[in-house]
């Protein structure tokens, strides 16, 4: 035992949609608790992960990416990503190196220097260092610290690694004294039942095309202990269109069958036993102006109001 003060508060990871928030979350947590896909706008709410460093527990809060919204959903995750921003210790601002100061970026500046609480710390993380030149990095390390007053700048490759022990070490000295928030081996603050569901949603995207992907949602229905350790996971694909759920199901079914075998997989890993999984898909016309769907989101329906 050592008696070194605890630390504890939140970190909020912002930035333009795709720039890796949810994978530098899930490996500061060392754990996949945010769905990751190449496409933009994968995350939906806020996410929270939980990760000690020494006596200090950070509660990594991972946000919908930051964008111009056009659709009541689209709004209510922009606002659920500021609000994340407003609750938090400790903003993270995550950059592409590839992309640098992008006209999206330049519009988080500016609000963020409207939003930002006196005195709130936010840093710079310029994202996967792993695809550019040193000389890159440097020009753009400097273009966006003369842009805004960031307490620090972090290079990091969230999926590689690169920068983020870092960057942990440093945003725990920030944190203020305090007891934890959470028991110390908890990693992630979302109900099973909405991880579940996401994993599903991870998978429909990576495997469904164009706009597909935006416009369904997956919800758990229901969740069986069985006596022989293993669990039965019911879940509900809406889709928008009668075309649409032709697609989601594929021929045959197999888009469904490959999808649920892939999510029933990353289930099984971090639930750590047995899972049945069940898929059905429902249309929904109306689903994306449902305050219930948003419910079942994390989402605040009100926030969508234009
Ligand atoms: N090369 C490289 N790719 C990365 C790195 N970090 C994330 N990615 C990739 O970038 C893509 C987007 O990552 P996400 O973590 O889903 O990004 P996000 O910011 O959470 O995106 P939204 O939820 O849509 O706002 C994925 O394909 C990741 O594998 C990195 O350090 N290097
Ligand atoms: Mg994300």
Redesign the pocket.
């Known amino acids: 035992m050592t008696d070194e003060t605890t630390r504890a508060g939140f970190v909020a990871?912002i930035?333009?949609?795709?720039?890796?928030?949810?994978?530098?979350?899930?490996r500061m947590v060392g754990a996949k608790v945010?769905?990751?896909?190449?496409?933009?706008?994968?995350?939906?709410a806020r996410i929270r992960g939980v990760a000690m460093e020494g006596a200090a527990q950070l509660v990594f809060v991972?946000?919908?990416?930051?964008f111009q919204p056009k659709r009541r959903l689209d709004r209510a995750m922009v606002a659920a990503a500021w609000g994340g921003a407003a609750d938090a210790d400790i903003v993270v601002l995550?950059i592409?190196a590839?992309r640098g100061l992008t006209e999206g970026v330049e519009t988080i500046l500016t609000a963020l220097e409207e939003r930002r609480r006196p005195g709130q710390p936010v840093l710079l993380a310029i994202?996967?260092?792993?695809?550019v030149q040193a000389e890159v990095l440097l020009a753009l390390t400097e273009k966006l610290n003369k842009r805004f007053a960031f307490n620090g700048t972090f290079l990091?490759?969230?999926?590689?690694g690169?920068g983020v022990a870092d960057l942990k070490a440093d945003l725990a000295g920030r944190l203020p004294e305090g007891p934890w928030l959470y028991p110390e081996d908890q990693i992630a603050d979302l109900p099973l039942r909405m991880i579940a569901a996401e994993v599903t949603r991870e998978k429909l995207t990576l495997r469904l095309h164009q706009e597909l992907p935006y416009q369904l949602t997956v919800e758990t229905e229901g969740w069986e202990e069985r006596e022989d350790g293993s669990v039965r996971i019911d879940q509900i694909i809406y889709v928008l269109r009668d075309g649409h759920k032709g697609i989601v199901l594929g021929k045959k079914g197999e888009t469904t069958k490959a999808v649920g075998q892939a999510a029933r997989k990353d289930l099984e890993t971090f639930l750590e036993r047995r899972v049945h999984l069940f898929l059905q898909v429902k249309v929904r016309p109306g689903w994306l102006d449902d305050a219930e769907r948003f419910d079942a989101m994390g989402l605040d329906f009100k926030d969508g109001n234009s």
């Open positions: 990871l930035g333009e949609p795709n720039a890796g928030k949810s994978t530098l979350l899930n945010s769905i990751v896909t190449h496409k933009v706008q994968t995350t939906r991972d946000t919908p990416g930051l995550l592409e590839t994202n996967k260092i792993d695809r990091i490759s969230a999926e590689k690169h």
